[in-house]
């Protein structure tokens, strides 16, 4: 494994000068009960909020370890639940220990159920980067995505983005969908309401995949590699029918910048995946929001532990280990740098085993260079 240092005080381990926490300030508390949710055998409905000690300790030592522009991703469950104090609070905290060549970008997923005037001014006062999950048109995204009693949430939803666009928020970028294999045969009317509908310039596309079989209320919804396929492929042709040079999707985007020999934006593709780590509300730390609860997958606890001794101990080391040792066949592919074995959580046997979709993104690597050339 390369190991980058950076001031004699957070072992690096991709190329980045930076690790980026996913803050996940209520745990899995929510008030959706999304079926697919990789927290939905957890327990949602209990409040917890992260401590106001936590919070500062994390904010000043995180603060203390790295310079430049500092990205602060807040996650859940849903982050709205901490209420409109809370993050109020990381606002006067980031500002205390800012030092120079210093710049705060905060980020926050939020199923945009909760939004009212209140927090859409505090996100444009303070220039949050807010990102919507949204799974498409009415049928696709209350398919999955409803609340405690069954209800659906794309209503609610919808009125929130209304009120982040009568703010002048820029929301344009905004969204995040999830890709099940029922929503797969929406892909066209998906691709229109995104474009048409809601007018939006990118999205990104979660696709469904759960190897282990832990989601009780998701049997049979995994996609497979031809079913993906298939989506990658329409998707492509959808968008290439559009001839907007300003309509930038994830996963299509992240292809072309494989092709072109540059560095994929996400971290499925780039290989950054070790350059995360999940903070949750108590203090444990994991690599990302995908692993949080699992214990072999357990960094640390910051509640007794500092950050520096956590992000540079065995267990984060090995984990980053095992995530960039490439299985040999990954080495000897052309398509190696544009997609480093694609998501730990999404490989056969663990994160040291074999992408699942690798068939896949050989196979759209190489339409999407055919149908650019005969362009």
């Known amino acids: ?25 209520v745990g899995d508390f929510c008030n959706l009960r999304c079926r697919y949710c990789f927290h939905s055998n957890s ?17 000043k030592e995180y603060m203390e370890l790295f310079t430049g522009r500092l990205v602060f991703i807040w996650h859940g ?17 980031q500002n205390r220990y800012l030092k120079n060549g210093q710049k705060i970008d905060n980020r926050i997923q939020t199923n945009a159920t909760l939004i009212n005037d209140k927090w859409a001014v505090l996100f444009k006062e303070n220039d949050f980067k807010v990102g919507i999950s949204l799974d498409g048109n009415k049928d696709s995204h209350n398919y999955f995505r409803k609340d405690s009693k069954g209800r659906g949430s794309f209503e609610l939803t919808m009125r929130g983005i209304e009120i982040l666009k009568q703010y002048d928020i820029d929301i344009q970028h905004a969204f995040l ?27 990104g596309i979660c696709h469904y ?33 559009q001839d907007k040079s300003d309509l930038a999707i994830r996963e299509i985007e992240n292809f072309l910048f494989g092709i072109k020999g ?20 108590d203090g444990r730390i994991y690599p990302c929001d995908r692993s949080s609860g699992q214990d072999n997958l357990f960094f640390g606890d910051f509640s007794k532990q500092s950050l520096l001794e956590i992000l540079n101990d065995t267990p984060r080391l090995k984990y980053a280990e095992m ?15 544009a997609c480093h074995n694609g998501c730990p959580s999404h490989r056969i046997g663990g994160i040291g085993g074999k992408y699942y979709y690798c068939e896949t993104r050989k196979k759209i690597f190489v339409y999407l260079k055919t149908k650019i050339k005969r362009l």
């Open 323 to 337: 995530v960039n040792s490439l299985p040999s066949d990954c080495v000897a592919c052309e398509w190696q740098n």
């Open 1 to 25: 494994m390369e190991v980058f240092e950076m001031n004699n005080k957070v072992i690096l381990t991709t190329p980045l000068r930076l690790m980026t926490p996913i803050i996940k300030v």
């Open 209 to 241: 995949l759960d190897l282990e079989k832990t989601n009780r209320n998701m049997v049979n919804q995994n996609i497979t590699n031809k079913q993906f396929f298939k989506f990658l492929k329409d998707l492509i042709d959808l968008w290439l029918t």
């Open 43 to 59: 327990d949602q409905s209990t409040p917890h909020v992260m401590n106001d000690e936590l919070l500062e300790k994390f904010i």
């Open 262 to 281: 540059k560095m994929a934006k996400n971290c499925s593709f780039n290989g950054t995946c070790t350059s995360f780590f999940c903070l949750e509300w």
């Open 77 to 93: 469950g849903e982050p709205l639940l901490a209420g409109l104090n809370f993050f109020k609070k990381v606002l006067g905290l």
């Open 177 to 203: 969908q999830v890709l099940t294999k029922d929503n797969l045969k929406r892909v066209k009317e998906n691709f229109d309401f995104f474009v048409n509908t809601l007018m939006v310039k990118s999205w």
